[in-house]
């Protein structure tokens, strides 16, 4: 009887720790559509891909080869400051800033992330899955 009682208790406490890892995802990836068509205008707004097979060309010291492409974005302030990057790979990514406003979350393949820039500055950012996936976003404020 007492086994009986241990194993409903691992089993609910089992259940309950799966609920968790289940709930935290979705509101990780609150900030990204399932979509492939970004919400803004191409004139608003400027894409990145993530290339298929940026996850398997580490190879060095052609590193931005194959990661964000491009690697380095420039973007105007109230102009099209509206960057969004597009997984077209096979695995999971990430677009996130090391101490900055970017943190995609997972990104699924053919997931969407899009970040609107409010304040100029140079925003560097990385895939948490993939070192040697970087790039930078430059944010210039718009000329008088
Ligand atoms: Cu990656």
């Given at each position: 009887m007492g086994v009986v009682v241990v194993v409903l208790l691992i089993a609910a406490v089992a259940s309950v720790?799966?609920?968790q890892i289940g709930i935290a995802p979705s509101l990780v990836s609150s900030t990204t559509t399932t979509s492939s068509t970004p919400s803004c205008t191409p004139s608003t707004c400027v894409n990145v891909t993530i290339a298929s097979g940026a996850s398997g060309c580490y190879n060095p010291p052609d590193t931005k080869v194959c990661g964000f492409q491009p690697a380095t974005v420039t973007v105007v302030?109230?102009?099209n400051s509206t960057v969004v990057w597009t997984n077209d790979d096979t695995a999971v990514h990430t677009v996130t800033s090391s101490s900055g406003p970017l943190s995609s979350g997972d990104l699924e393949p053919g997931n969407v992330y899009q970040y609107t820039f409010?304040?100029?500055g140079n925003y560097s950012y990385h895939c948490v899955y993939h070192f040697w996936m970087v790039g930078?976003?430059?944010?210039?404020?718009?000329?008088t």
């Open positions: 720790g799966y609920y302030l109230g102009v409010t304040a100029a930078n976003v430059i944010v210039k404020a718009p000329s």
